[in-house]
């Protein structure tokens, strides 16, 4: 099977949603300063946006890892269980991280201001997860999981700055 780093590179469609409204680029996956896992495990950065966050696989494997968002801002979370958690994530809300309840009807009123810029949103989400061959979920159903995976299993992923040995912030919160 074809792995998704290697599809999206493939599939400029799905490479340009990524890139907006996703703000997930695979051409800046270093975050710039030093850090590691609290737990001593494994930590590969892959992706960042635009702001300077980096999207880094947790453990070792594949692409099946925990996903872990660090922003420039010194805050952190477990965002997604693997890859194809975390695009789909990116394809139904890209504007999770302005999230604050991750509920569907905060997600509308989000994806309206989104919408204004691209009223053809839908189609060109549609046309990147086909490319990608993945089934989208609800973004109330997307939300719904990041929020559990970021307050669950996230607690074993805290992301330190080595240089201090200082915890990032949650950039989540129950």
Known sequence: MESLITAIRAQDEAARFLAWPGDFDLDRGDH??????ASGAALEGFAGDGAGGT???CGEGGEERPVLYADSEG???????????????????????DCQTFTAEESRKLAAEYLEDAPDLAAQRDRAAEALGLTLPTEGDALARLREVALGAGENFVLVFTPEDEP??????D
């Open 168 to 173: 990032y912030e949650p950039l989540i919160r």
């Open 75 to 97: 805050r952190a979370a477990l965002i997604a269980i693997g890859l194809p958690e975390l695009l789909r994530l990116l394809l139904v809300a890209p504007w999770w991280r």
């Open 32 to 37: 710039g300063e030093e850090v590691h896992l």
């Open 55 to 57: 999207f880094f696989f």
